[in-house]
């Protein structure tokens, strides 16, 4: 009897192991294969990882949100503590589920909703819940949201189990989406802002690009009730807004100042010429494309909402150590956003103007190969860069090392003895003789090769802040058009 | 519900958890709310149809029982006759009207419109109900089996309304034997660990035949069938080959999801396969495919027409028959007609020149037995399945014959050169996923002949036994077709 007993036990211990690793190794499955797009997924990650209650300012709503506000550029301008939650053409119903989910952790003093997301009609496409909804636990919380929100009971399936969606991405999936995964890379959307510095010269501001005729529609102006009606219970003040775009007109901006009014709700309309003249918006550089701000829009419009948001008596309510954190995430941001201005170069004069632009970078030069091949549009340039002395004279190849105290070691080829080193900021940077593979040269960090061993000019971006390396690349030598090698 | 569907995955945990929690006396009502249900997730509408064949049969077999009870055997033949005449026409005429009416129609406009007269336009819609000839089928062997005295008749409605509503084998088989599953509904099933380990697995293997196998081949043929001009005929020819692997793989697929999903719950199904592809003649090939029907017409249809007692022409003609009747049993169109046609006619063709071929062996000296002689064997009954399969799949009559000859006048294998493969929408990795799978059943198969592959993997180390069953749910989930992309394309047995 006792054996029976204990068997019965071992069973039950084992299929609960069991199911616990199918649960396990599904959940696997689904997060490797997940559309890792650096952008509206990981806004809704980073929220879920908040810190509770260290909001001051929410904005919600569809991609004229995100695209506009940059919460750094509000942070540095303000101090206030900001964060932007929305998605691709995100309908009102929608909007009011993140907010109800957003207010579990969070109890910011101000909820400015985008008014653009009061002018859809058409269902919310399962794909864009997606991205909302993915990074939400399993719970009974998700499936009643869900399907409040989903067009039919296949997408509550899908949306509940995304592994339905995702695993049959196994034949896309890139190496580095693996390494992405394997990382488990700090996720980065910029506080929700995603940014873009595409320019767009097909923007006009007077509402012609845009045929929006109709009136609000019933159930949009439903969840603005509810919106509002959740934000007056937790005495969040909310403001409708609507951001640059040249997919705003006139009748769009009456129906939602109608309906501000109906409401009572303050209406900031950053469309009206007067708003536009004071942030100094460029159509023909501040756009992506004809609705969207690009980040150089971005921040000047985060601007004005954050000279907007001081006049509301908007004060940060952050203690010291989340200050810092904010200053940490700043400076991760801009080394972000540095990162991502030199990847979008494709050619190595375009790379070279662009480091010029960098700040509180050091950049070091290497040679792959004698240096008089690249004289004719890089030397005028290393010169303006002050860069390392004597490396753009020297026909020799180095190797850079980093020391396990932080330190860069370079030094000549030919002597193998330490010759030239140089203070930047607070990075002493000391140049080591070694000779790299194939005669080329190269440059190693930690152990791990920066430079792909190809002839060119080998350069390294040092953020000086962060103290990492921001980018590594080797320029081709004699032709403009040769495409950059990236070793990160 | 399909057994490949979320609703499935969680229905069926449910059912079996409180199937083992009820006392056995409700057990029986369970599964039968339970297999109504589940067969009302199609058309509530069905239910009214499987209830009223339910009901047919089994005041048949009430009555066959009575008349049994008359002293007079003459008149007690009679009754008996006369019940189960009325049993199968009956059960036929529903099977017949809503499967069968639109064939009728198309076939009786297609003379009028030879001779010129008014064509036939029915006012109404017939929607096929899921599995209808399953479960007829399965309702008249026990109105047989009750008048053949092979069983008696059931008293209890209920427990013969789960026989007939059976949810694992309800609308794609086995067709199961009253003698089979009505004893077991009236058995005590206690839960047992092992068996539900057995039952899984099982179920497993099906998932993967139905999810990684059948519905990924189905891709490459279905675009390769549905726009045959457009296709050379080494296309038509891989198409065709990769069909005799769909239809397994799909049809298998399903019988061991019912099967495995039946023996958690303690019930013992029929196997329905037997590695079929591995049979050297087409009559092994038809003791090893869809057993559940093919002993069905060989008890029914081919012994009550005199089998083989009555002369070699007659057993011909038998033959002949049952496979035509088989053919349309699968599908109200001709192709499904010739398909069963080919398969009697190549039995025939096969009883008329056994004695001419076993001389010629003798004669040449080859020897029977050899693993080579029989390869040949087994590939030349491969060859005349498949070649079957073109009239099974095809969309038409006409489609078939010019599929075939298209193979046979154009031969053009030059596709196989290069990257002929890949246009036929199946991309490379994908290609390369549905071959690798026909490697696994083929070793899968092999394998199965040899020993209870399931019950050997369950005798293995715990790790090992682990590392099995999670490597087979993984590979199920990623690489079964299913989600939102997948045409949640349904079992093809299933509109039989």
């Not at chain 1, 053409?89 to 993140?98: F, L, P, Q």
């Not at chain 1, 090392?401 to 900021?425: C, Y």
């Amino acid at each position: 009897m006792k054996r029976n007993g204990f068997m019965k036990v071992k069973r039950i211990l084992c299929t609960i192991l069991f199911l616990a690793l199918v649960v396990g190794i599904l959940g696997v499955i689904e997060q490797a294969f997940r559309v890792r797009k650096p952008s509206v997924t990981n806004m809704y990650e980073e929220y879920m990882n908040l810190q509770e209650n260290t909001l001051d300012v929410l904005f919600l709503g569809s991609s004229h949100n995100y695209y506009t506000v940059s919460p750094v550029a509000i942070w540095e301008k303000t101090g206030i503590s900001s964060y932007v939650l929305g998605g691709p053409s995100m309908r009102m119903n929608v909007a009011a589920e993140v907010l109800k989910k957003a207010l579990k952790t969070q109890s910011p003093e101000v909820v400015f909703l985008e008014g653009y997301s009061l002018s859809y009609t058409t269902p919310q496409t399962t794909p864009y819940l997606h991205y909302i909804y993915d990074c939400w636990p399993f719970s009974w919380e998700k499936f009643q949201s869900v399907r409040r929100v989903a067009t039919d009971n296949e997408a509550v399936k899908e949306l509940m189990f995304p592994i339905m969606t995702y695993h049959s991405r196994w034949k896309d999936i890139t190496p580095e989406e693996i390494e992405t995964f394997l990382q488990a890379e700090e996720s980065y959307s910029g506080k929700g802002h995603i940014v873009n510095y595409a320019k767009s010269s097909k923007v006009v501001l007077d509402g012609s690009l845009y045929s929006y005729k109709r009136e609000i529609a019933e159930t949009e102006k439903k969840a603005l009730e509810e919106i509002k009606t959740l934000c007056e219970s937790k005495g969040i003040r909310l403001v409708l807004w609507a951001a640059p775009s040249g997919k705003f007109n006139e009748k769009l901006a009456n129906n939602i100042q109608t309906l501000a009014d109906a409401h009572q709700l303050p209406f900031l309309n950053l469309n009206e010429p007067g708003h536009i003249a004071a942030m100094g918006i460029d159509v023909a550089e501040h756009f992506c494309d004809t609705s969207h701000l690009n980040e150089y829009g971005a921040e000047i419009a985060s601007e004005f909402l954050a000279q907007y948001i001081q006049e509301m008596g908007v004060e940060t309510s952050q203690e010291f150590a989340f200050v810092a954190q904010w200053e940490d995430y700043c400076k991760l941001y801009h080394h972000r956003k540095q990162e991502r201005l030199l990847r979008g170069q494709n050619t190595a004069s375009k790379f070279l103007t662009q480091i010029q632009n960098l700040e509180n970078c050091t950049v070091l030069f290497v040679e792959g190969d004698e240096m008089t091949n690249i004289r004719p549009y890089t030397s005028d340039r290393l010169a303006e860069l002050e860069l390392l002395e004597g490396i753009k004279d020297k026909k020799s190849r180095f190797v850079a090392v980093m020391n396990a105290n932080g330190k860069m070691e370079v030094t000549s080829a030919e002597s193998g003895d330490t010759k030239l080193s140089r203070q930047f900021g607070e990075n002493a940077f000391v140049l080591q003789t070694a000779k790299g593979e194939n005669g080329l040269g190269s440059i190693t960090c930690n152990g791990k090769e920066l430079l792909p061993r190809k002839a060119g000019l080998g350069i390294v971006v040092y953020d000086n802040l962060r103290q990492e390396v921001l980018i590594s690349a080797v320029l081709p030598l004699k032709s403009e058009n040769n495409k950059i090698i990236r070793a990160s | 519900m399909l057994f490949n569907s979320l609703s499935f995955l969680l229905f069926f945990p449910l059912v079996t958890l409180l199937y083992f929690a009820l006392p056995h006396r409700g057990r029986w009502i369970w599964l039968l709310v339970c297999s109504y249900f589940f067969y009302m997730c199609w058309n509530a509408s069905y239910a009214i149809l499987i209830a009223t064949s339910t009901l047919i049969t089994y005041l048949s077999g009430v009555l066959i029982g009575k008349a049994n009870e008359n002293p007079d055997p003459q008149k007690a033949a009679k009754l008996k006759k006369l019940w189960v005449a009325l049993s199968f026409c009956s059960n036929l005429a529903i099977l017949v009207f809503f499967k069968y009416f639109y064939f009728a129609v198309d076939n009786i406009n297609a003379v009028l419109s030879a001779l010129h007269l008014q064509l036939v336009n029915p006012s109404f819609d017939i929607v096929l109900p899921v599995g209808i000839s399953f479960y007829t089928f399965q309702a008249l062997s026990y109105t047989m089996d009750v008048y053949r005295n092979d069983i008696r008749p059931e008293k209890n409605f209920g427990k013969y309304a789960l026989f007939v509503s059976f949810f694992p084998q309800l609308v794609a088989g086995p067709i199961e034997r009253s003698g089979n599953l009505l004893n077991q509904i009236h058995e005590e099933h206690t839960f047992n660990y092992q068996r539900m380990v057995q039952g899984l697995l099982v179920m497993a293997w099906g998932y993967f035949l139905k999810m990684v196998m059948a519905d990924r081949v189905a891709i490459l043929v279905n675009t390769v069938y549905n726009d045959w001009q457009a296709y050379s005929s080494g296309a038509l020819v891989v198409a065709s080959v990769l069909f005799a692997v769909q239809v397994y793989c799909d049809f298998s697929g399903y019988s061991y999801i019912a099967i495995g999903a039946a023996r958690i719950m303690g019930f013992s199904l029929m196997d329905n396969f037997h590695q079929p592809y591995y049979s050297t003649s087409i009559k092994e090939f038809w003791r090893n495919w869809h057993i559940s029907l093919s002993t069905w017409f060989k008890d029914y249809l081919y012994i009550p027409l005199g089998g083989n007692r009555k002369g070699k022409a007659r057993t011909y003609l038998n033959l002949l028959i049952t496979f035509l009747v088989s053919g349309l049993w699968h599908g109200a169109n001709w192709t499904f007609v010739i398909w069963g046609g080919l398969h009697g006619l190549y039995q025939v063709i096969g009883g008329l020149t056994l004695p001419l071929r076993r001389k010629a062996t003798k004669a040449l000296g080859v020897r029977t037995e050899t693993l080579s002689y029989r390869l040949m064997q087994g590939l030349i009954t491969f060859v005349l399945v498949d070649f079957a399969w073109i009239f099974f799949r095809a969309n038409s009559v006409s489609d078939s014959f010019g599929i075939i000859q298209r193979i046979f006048t154009q031969p053009d294998f030059s596709f196989l050169f290069g990257d002929g493969l890949m246009k036929l929408g199946l991309a490379g990795p994908e290609l390369k996923v549905a071959l690798l799978s026909v490697v696994v059943l083929l070793v899968g198969d092999y394998l199965q002949r040899k020993m209870c592959v399931s019950k050997a993997i369950m005798r293995q180390a715990l790790v090992f036994r682990w590392v099995i069953y999670l490597a087979i749910i993984a590979v199920i989930a990623v690489f079964g077709i299913y989600g939102p992309n997948f045409d949640a394309s349904q079992f093809i047995y299933f509109q039989f």
